[in-house]
C-alpha cells in the first residue's frame, strides 16, 4: 500500500503542492492529467528524484520521504527506452540484479532467461545501439 | 568557376601544407649537419648539399662535457607532465559531474559561478601567479623538485579539465544517473558504474588537453627549477642561450615535440565523433 | 545526498583554491610593499607602486604592443583557420592525412620551436632569407630590425596556433546541421552565398568561443618572445608579461612587478569581457 500526505515539491518547473492520495495493494492506478500538470513530476516525487519541501510518503506503513533512491524499491520505466550504452543487453537487464546483491553468474542466469522469454536470446551479447529500434 | 575554385583551394592546402612541416624538416636536415655544413649558409638535402654526420643525435645521450643529456629532462617532463595530468583529470572529471548534476550553493554563489571560477582561472596570466608561487614552494622546500612543479601543473591543468568534462557531462541525459539510481546505485555508485565508463571519449579529449598544456608549459619550469629537477623546455633554452652547435639542437628539439606530435592522431580520431547516441532511443 | 555532491566538487574546488587564491591574495599584500633587492619584506608603502605603473611608460607600451600583436595574430589564425577547415571538411582526397598534419604544430612546445625558428630566420646561416634569395629578394633582417622581429613572432604564433583555429572550427563544420544547406541548395544560393547565409551564422557560437580562447592564450604570449628575440631589438617585440618578468624575476622588484601584474591582470579581464560582449552583439546579434 502507497500512502502520501500532503506532498509538496519545489521543483523550479512545475511544483506540487498539497497532493494526497492512497494506492491499495495489488491494483493497477492509472494518473491523467494534461502536459505539465505534474504527472511525471509526482512519479520523480515518489522515487526519489525531487526533493520534498513538505509531506510525507509511505510504502506498507513505513516513511520512505527521506530514503535515498536505491533504498526505496520502487522502479520507474521511462517513456524513452534507456539503457546503460557500455553494457551488452544482458548486463543491461542483470545490472539491478548485481545492485541487488546477487552474484555475477546468478544475475546474468537470470537475465539470460527473462531476455529469452520476450524473444531477445539471439542478442545476448550485442550492445544497445546495435539493435534496431523495434527490438529493445 | 569551379575549376579555378579547386585550383585555388589545392594550392591553398599544399602551401600550408609546406609551412606546417617546413620547420620539421630544417631540423631533421640540420640535425645531421656539422661545423662546416652549418657555417657555408643554409643547405637542404643530405649527401648532395653536405655530408651528413650523425654527431647531433649521439651527443644526446652522452654524458659528460662533450654531450648533453636528454635522457633525464625527458624523464622529468614525462614524470611531471603526466602525475599533473593524471590529478587534474580525476579531480576535474569529479567536479564538473558534480557540477552537471548537484545544485550547490554558498550564499549567492552558485554553481555556473563556480565553474566560472575555475575556467576564469584560463585568464590569469602567469606571470602573475610567478613570484608567489616562488615563494610558497621555498616555504614548502619544494623548489626544484618534481613535486612542486606537479602542485604548480595541476592549478594550471585543473581548469582544462572541469571544462571540457563540463561540456561533456551536459551531453549525458540526466535519465541516465537517474535509472541507475532506481536500479540500486547510490549518486556516487551511478557516477562510477555507469556515467565513467560512458566518459572515455570526453577523458580522451580532456586528457589529451592536459597533456599538451603541461608539456608544453615553459614558464612555470623556468622559474621554479634550477638544476635537480629540469624539463625539456627549460634545458633547450639554456642550450640556445650557450653556444650550442645546431645539429644538437635540431635533434634535442626533435625529439622533444615527438610524443606529442603523435597525439595529434587520436585527436584527429576523438575530434568528430558522435558520443552518446546510444543513451537514448 | 549531502554528503556525496560534496564528494565530487570539494577536492577540486579546495585544491584550486588553496593553490591560486593564496599566492593572488599574496600578491595583492605584496604589491603594497616596497619589497626589492635591497629590502625584501612586507612594509607598507600605500599606492606608491601603483602610481608608478601607472607614469611607467615602457609597460603601457609594451601593453599596447601586446594587443596590436594578439588582434593581428588571432584575426590571421581565425581567418586561416576557417579556410583550413572549410578546405577539408568535404572529402578531400588525404583528408585524413592532411587534418593529422595540420593539428601538430598545436601539439609542440612553443618554446622548443621557437629554438628552430630562430635557426629559420638566422639573417646569414637560416633558410628563410635563404630562400627569398631564390625568388631574388635581398636578405631581410628578421631578428634584427623592429618590424622585422614583430613580424617573425606574428609568423611563428600563427604557425603555432591557427590548428588550435583549425580544431575548433571544424570540429563545428562536422557537427552542422544538414536541413539549412537543404534549404539554400533549394533557393538555389551558390557556394558565396552559402557561406555567409548558413554556415557563418551557424558557427558564431564557435567562432566566438575560438576567438575569445585564443585571444586570453595570446595575451599572456612571452615564451616565444623570450626565445626568438628576447623582447628585442631593444624594447621592439616586449610584451607585457615579459616586461613585468624582466621587473620581477630578473630586476628583482617584486613590489613593484606584484602591482603591474595585477594592473595588468584587471585589464585583461576588463578587455576580454568588453571584447566577449562585442562579439555576442555582433555575431549573434546577426543571427537572431
Redesign the interface.
Given at each position: 500500500m502507497l500512502q502520501v500526505d500532503q506532498l509538496t515539491t519545489a521543483d523550479p518547473k512545475v511544483s506540487l503542492q498539497d497532493i494526497s492520495f492512497q494506492f491499495d495493494a495489488g491494483n493497477i492506478y492509472t494518473i491523467l492529467g494534461r502536459t505539465g500538470a505534474g504527472k511525471t513530476e509526482l512519479l520523480r516525487a515518489l522515487?526519489?528524484?525531487n526533493q520534498l519541501v513538505e509531506g510525507d510518503i509511505q510504502l506498507d506503513g513505513q516513511s520512505i520521504a527521506k530514503r535515498?533512491?536505491?533504498d526505496r524499491s520502487?522502479?520507474?520505466v521511462?517513456q524513452?527506452?534507456?539503457?546503460?550504452?557500455?553494457l551488452s543487453v544482458l548486463d543491461n537487464v542483470a545490472?539491478?540484479l548485481r545492485?541487488?546483491g546477487k552474484r555475477k553468474a546468478e544475475a546474468q542466469l537470470l537475465a539470460a532467461k527473462m531476455l529469452m522469454t520476450v524473444g531477445l536470446g539471439d542478442f545476448l551479447q550485442r550492445?544497445?545501439?546495435q539493435l534496431s529500434?523495434g527490438q529493445? | 568557376m569551379n575549376k579555378f575554385y579547386h585550383i585555388l583551394k589545392t594550392l591553398f592546402l599544399f602551401g600550408w601544407s609546406l609551412f606546417v612541416v617546413f620547420p620539421f624538416l630544417w631540423a631533421l636536415t640540420t640535425s645531421f649537419k656539422d661545423a662546416n655544413a652549418i657555417t657555408s649558409g643554409a643547405t637542404y638535402i643530405p649527401w648532395v648539399d653536405y655530408e651528413p654526420s650523425t654527431q647531433g643525435w649521439t651527443s644526446l645521450f652522452t654524458t659528460g662535457s662533450q654531450g648533453i643529456n636528454i635522457v633525464g629532462p625527458f624523464i622529468d617532463s614525462a614524470a611531471v607532465t603526466l602525475i599533473a595530468s593524471l590529478v587534474s583529470l580525476a579531480l576535474g572529471t569529479l567536479a564538473a559531474y558534480g557540477l552537471s548534476r548537484f545544485e550547490y550553493r554558498l550564499g549567492f554563489v552558485k554553481n555556473a559561478d563556480i565553474t566560472f571560477f575555475f575556467i576564469s582561472q584560463r585568464i590569469m596570466p602567469p606571470i602573475v601567479l610567478a613570484i608567489p608561487f616562488f615563494l610558497m614552494l621555498k616555504e614548502l622546500g619544494a623548489l626544484d623538485t618534481i613535486f612542486g612543479l606537479v602542485l604548480v601543473y595541476v592549478a594550471l591543468l585543473l581548469p582544462i579539465a572541469v571544462w571540457v568534462m563540463t561540456d561533456f557531462f551536459a551531453g549525458i541525459?540526466k535519465?541516465?544517473d537517474?535509472?541507475?539510481?532506481?536500479?540500486?546505485?547510490?549518486?556516487i555508485?551511478a557516477f562510477f558504474r555507469?556515467i565513467l565508463?560512458?566518459s572515455v571519449p570526453g577523458l580522451v579529449v580532456a586528457g589529451m588537453f592536459c597533456l599538451i598544456f603541461g608539456w608544453n608549459d615553459f614558464f612555470f619550469a623556468f622559474t621554479l627549477t634550477f638544476t635537480e629537477t629540469q624539463l625539456l623546455p627549460v634545458s633547450i633554452v639554456s642550450l640556445n642561450s650557450s653556444v650550442t652547435p645546431w645539429w644538437s639542437l635540431s635533434a634535442f628539439a626533435l625529439i622533444s615535440v615527438a610524443p606529442l606530435a603523435c597525439v595529434a592522431v587520436i585527436v584527429e580520431r576523438y575530434m568528430s565523433r558522435g558520443t552518446?547516441?546510444?543513451?537514448?532511443? | 545526498?549531502l554528503s556525496s555532491k560534496h564528494f565530487f566538487l570539494l577536492p577540486a574546488l579546495l585544491t584550486l583554491v588553496a593553490i591560486i587564491l593564496f599566492p593572488l591574495l599574496f600578491t595583492i599584500r605584496v604589491s603594497f610593499s616596497s619589497w626589492d633587492v635591497f629590502q625584501s619584506g612586507l612594509d607598507y608603502i600605500g599606492g606608491k607602486n601603483y602610481g608608478r605603473v601607472f607614469a611607467d611608460e615602457r609597460f603601457w607600451q609594451s601593453l599596447g604592443r601586446l594587443s596590436l600583436l594578439s588582434l593581428i595574430s588571432v584575426s590571421l589564425q581565425y581567418t586561416l583557420g576557417f579556410a583550413l577547415a572549410l578546405a577539408v571538411w568535404k572529402q578531400v582526397r588525404g583528408g585524413r592525412f592532411l587534418r593529422v598534419l595540420f593539428l601538430i604544430p598545436m601539439m609542440t612546445t612553443p618554446v622548443v620551436m621557437s629554438v628552430i625558428w630562430r635557426t629559420v630566420f638566422h639573417e646569414s646561416l637560416g633558410p628563410a632569407n635563404d630562400i627569398l634569395g631564390m625568388f631574388g629578394i635581398g636578405a631581410v633582417p628578421w631578428l634584427s630590425s623592429a618590424t622585422g622581429a614583430f613580424i617573425s613572432v606574428l609568423i611563428v604564433e600563427v604557425w603555432q596556433w591557427t590548428p588550435f583555429m583549425f580544431l575548433l572550427l571544424l570540429a563545428g563544420l562536422v557537427s552542422l546541421p544538414r536541413e539549412p544547406y537543404l534549404a539554400a541548395a533549394i533557393d538555389g544560393a551558390g557556394a558565396w552565398r552559402t557561406f555567409w547565409q548558413v554556415t557563418f551564422p551557424l558557427m558564431a557560437p564557435i567562432t566566438i568561443g575560438a576567438l575569445i580562447i585564443r585571444l586570453i592564450e595570446a595575451s599572456k604570449i612571452m615564451d616565444t618572445v623570450y626565445v626568438l628575440t628576447s623582447g628585442g631589438p631593444g624594447t621592439a617585440t616586449e610584451t607585457s608579461s615579459y616586461y613585468i618578468y624582466i621587473r620581477g624575476l630578473r630586476d628583482f622588484q617584486i613590489g613593484y612587478s606584484a602591482a603591474l601584474s595585477l594592473v595588468y591582470l584587471v585589464i585583461m579581464i576588463v578587455s576580454l569581457t568588453v571584447i566577449a560582449k562585442l562579439l555576442l552583439r555582433l555575431l549573434v546579434g546577426k543571427v537572431g
Amino acid at each position: 500500500m502507497l500512502q502520501v500526505d500532503q506532498l509538496t515539491t519545489a521543483d523550479p518547473k512545475v511544483s506540487l503542492q498539497d497532493i494526497s492520495f492512497q494506492f491499495d495493494a495489488g491494483n493497477i492506478y492509472t494518473i491523467l492529467g494534461r502536459t505539465g500538470a505534474g504527472k511525471t513530476e509526482l512519479l520523480r516525487a515518489l522515487m526519489g528524484l525531487n526533493q520534498l519541501v513538505e509531506g510525507d510518503i509511505q510504502l506498507d506503513g513505513q516513511s520512505i520521504a527521506k530514503r535515498p533512491v536505491k533504498d526505496r524499491s520502487m522502479s520507474l520505466v521511462y517513456q524513452q527506452f534507456i539503457n546503460y550504452p557500455h553494457l551488452s543487453v544482458l548486463d543491461n537487464v542483470a545490472f539491478p540484479l548485481r545492485r541487488q546483491g546477487k552474484r555475477k553468474a546468478e544475475a546474468q542466469l537470470l537475465a539470460a532467461k527473462m531476455l529469452m522469454t520476450v524473444g531477445l536470446g539471439d542478442f545476448l551479447q550485442r550492445r544497445p545501439a546495435q539493435l534496431s529500434g523495434g527490438q529493445p | 568557376m569551379n575549376k579555378f575554385y579547386h585550383i585555388l583551394k589545392t594550392l591553398f592546402l599544399f602551401g600550408w601544407s609546406l609551412f606546417v612541416v617546413f620547420p620539421f624538416l630544417w631540423a631533421l636536415t640540420t640535425s645531421f649537419k656539422d661545423a662546416n655544413a652549418i657555417t657555408s649558409g643554409a643547405t637542404y638535402i643530405p649527401w648532395v648539399d653536405y655530408e651528413p654526420s650523425t654527431q647531433g643525435w649521439t651527443s644526446l645521450f652522452t654524458t659528460g662535457s662533450q654531450g648533453i643529456n636528454i635522457v633525464g629532462p625527458f624523464i622529468d617532463s614525462a614524470a611531471v607532465t603526466l602525475i599533473a595530468s593524471l590529478v587534474s583529470l580525476a579531480l576535474g572529471t569529479l567536479a564538473a559531474y558534480g557540477l552537471s548534476r548537484f545544485e550547490y550553493r554558498l550564499g549567492f554563489v552558485k554553481n555556473a559561478d563556480i565553474t566560472f571560477f575555475f575556467i576564469s582561472q584560463r585568464i590569469m596570466p602567469p606571470i602573475v601567479l610567478a613570484i608567489p608561487f616562488f615563494l610558497m614552494l621555498k616555504e614548502l622546500g619544494a623548489l626544484d623538485t618534481i613535486f612542486g612543479l606537479v602542485l604548480v601543473y595541476v592549478a594550471l591543468l585543473l581548469p582544462i579539465a572541469v571544462w571540457v568534462m563540463t561540456d561533456f557531462f551536459a551531453g549525458i541525459p540526466k535519465e541516465l544517473d537517474e535509472m541507475a539510481m532506481t536500479d540500486g546505485c547510490s549518486p556516487i555508485g551511478a557516477f562510477f558504474r555507469v556515467i565513467l565508463p560512458n566518459s572515455v571519449p570526453g577523458l580522451v579529449v580532456a586528457g589529451m588537453f592536459c597533456l599538451i598544456f603541461g608539456w608544453n608549459d615553459f614558464f612555470f619550469a623556468f622559474t621554479l627549477t634550477f638544476t635537480e629537477t629540469q624539463l625539456l623546455p627549460v634545458s633547450i633554452v639554456s642550450l640556445n642561450s650557450s653556444v650550442t652547435p645546431w645539429w644538437s639542437l635540431s635533434a634535442f628539439a626533435l625529439i622533444s615535440v615527438a610524443p606529442l606530435a603523435c597525439v595529434a592522431v587520436i585527436v584527429e580520431r576523438y575530434m568528430s565523433r558522435g558520443t552518446m547516441s546510444g543513451a537514448i532511443r | 545526498m549531502l554528503s556525496s555532491k560534496h564528494f565530487f566538487l570539494l577536492p577540486a574546488l579546495l585544491t584550486l583554491v588553496a593553490i591560486i587564491l593564496f599566492p593572488l591574495l599574496f600578491t595583492i599584500r605584496v604589491s603594497f610593499s616596497s619589497w626589492d633587492v635591497f629590502q625584501s619584506g612586507l612594509d607598507y608603502i600605500g599606492g606608491k607602486n601603483y602610481g608608478r605603473v601607472f607614469a611607467d611608460e615602457r609597460f603601457w607600451q609594451s601593453l599596447g604592443r601586446l594587443s596590436l600583436l594578439s588582434l593581428i595574430s588571432v584575426s590571421l589564425q581565425y581567418t586561416l583557420g576557417f579556410a583550413l577547415a572549410l578546405a577539408v571538411w568535404k572529402q578531400v582526397r588525404g583528408g585524413r592525412f592532411l587534418r593529422v598534419l595540420f593539428l601538430i604544430p598545436m601539439m609542440t612546445t612553443p618554446v622548443v620551436m621557437s629554438v628552430i625558428w630562430r635557426t629559420v630566420f638566422h639573417e646569414s646561416l637560416g633558410p628563410a632569407n635563404d630562400i627569398l634569395g631564390m625568388f631574388g629578394i635581398g636578405a631581410v633582417p628578421w631578428l634584427s630590425s623592429a618590424t622585422g622581429a614583430f613580424i617573425s613572432v606574428l609568423i611563428v604564433e600563427v604557425w603555432q596556433w591557427t590548428p588550435f583555429m583549425f580544431l575548433l572550427l571544424l570540429a563545428g563544420l562536422v557537427s552542422l546541421p544538414r536541413e539549412p544547406y537543404l534549404a539554400a541548395a533549394i533557393d538555389g544560393a551558390g557556394a558565396w552565398r552559402t557561406f555567409w547565409q548558413v554556415t557563418f551564422p551557424l558557427m558564431a557560437p564557435i567562432t566566438i568561443g575560438a576567438l575569445i580562447i585564443r585571444l586570453i592564450e595570446a595575451s599572456k604570449i612571452m615564451d616565444t618572445v623570450y626565445v626568438l628575440t628576447s623582447g628585442g631589438p631593444g624594447t621592439a617585440t616586449e610584451t607585457s608579461s615579459y616586461y613585468i618578468y624582466i621587473r620581477g624575476l630578473r630586476d628583482f622588484q617584486i613590489g613593484y612587478s606584484a602591482a603591474l601584474s595585477l594592473v595588468y591582470l584587471v585589464i585583461m579581464i576588463v578587455s576580454l569581457t568588453v571584447i566577449a560582449k562585442l562579439l555576442l552583439r555582433l555575431l549573434v546579434g546577426k543571427v537572431g
